[in-house]
């Protein structure tokens, strides 16, 4: 099955700086790479979303770039805000399923 | 549209005991999902469902048991609770089809089994 690797675990980025979360799939027939955002007590909520014919995808302050050769993908996160502070999942849709990764802990100080 | 709905919000279970977690979803999505998140973790699948009638096993499904007799609603039973089943439960439903995979998540539900 698919493997998805997510780096780091934790990121702390003071207010107003980039924050980049990297991910690894393993799956070459993995299409679809959503980008969740979970806040504490409740549950994840799509941030932005990238499909494997595309290289680049941005919304306002967020990004996120994939590399099907290599098979990474990343989300870019710039002029952070205290807002931004939560825990981020990775995941790689295939097979009907999608498969996540363990996660950041993104932390913006002010 | 309420989305996906989950209930209950919270339990506690003796363990040794049986419950049903119920999830339905009024976006007519063909597709649905249950996870677990331990505290800290990553989520993991447990079972899934492309459709009403077929259910499929996921990563973790030891314990658990689902069905899916319509398409709204894909309850999760848990028979025997352990308390390696604590754990925060999330169901989740897809469009499906092409280009239809955006997954959206319920509420979730809080296990404690003591």
């Known amino acids: 099955g698919e493997n998805v690797e997510q780096h780091p675990s934790t990121l702390s980025v003071q207010e107003g700086d980039s924050a980049v979360i990297k991910c690894t799939y393993s799956d070459s027939a993995s299409n679809y790479f959503p980008w969740y955002k979970q806040e504490l007590g409740k549950g994840p909520q799509l941030i932005i979303d990238?499909?494997?014919?595309?290289g680049e995808k941005k919304d306002q302050r967020i990004a996120v770039t994939l590399n099907k050769t290599a098979k990474h993908f990343s989300l870019h996160i710039t002029e952070t805000q205290p807002e931004d502070s939560a825990v981020y999942f990775c995941?790689?849709?295939?097979?009907?399923?999608?498969?996540f990764g363990a996660g950041t802990t993104v932390t913006v100080r002010a | 549209n309420a989305g996906v709905t989950q209930t209950p919000k919270f339990r506690i279970l003796k363990i040794g005991q049986s419950m049903t977690l119920q999830c339905t979803q009024d976006m007519n999505h063909n597709y649905m999902y249950w996870y677990r998140q331990d505290p800290g973790m990553g989520l993991k699948l447990i079972y899934y469902s492309v459709g009403a009638g077929i259910t499929d096993k996921g990563e973790v499904p030891n314990g658990y048991n689902v069905s899916r007799s319509t398409t709204e609603d894909f309850p999760l039973r848990l028979e025997l609770a352990a308390p390696s089943q604590t754990s925060v439960y999330f169901c989740a439903s897809i469009l499906g089809g092409g280009d239809q995979e955006t997954q959206y998540f319920g509420p979730g539900t809080r296990l404690l089994v003591l």
């Open positions: 990238i499909r494997s014919n595309v």
């Open positions: 995941a790689a849709y295939n097979d009907y399923k999608l498969s």
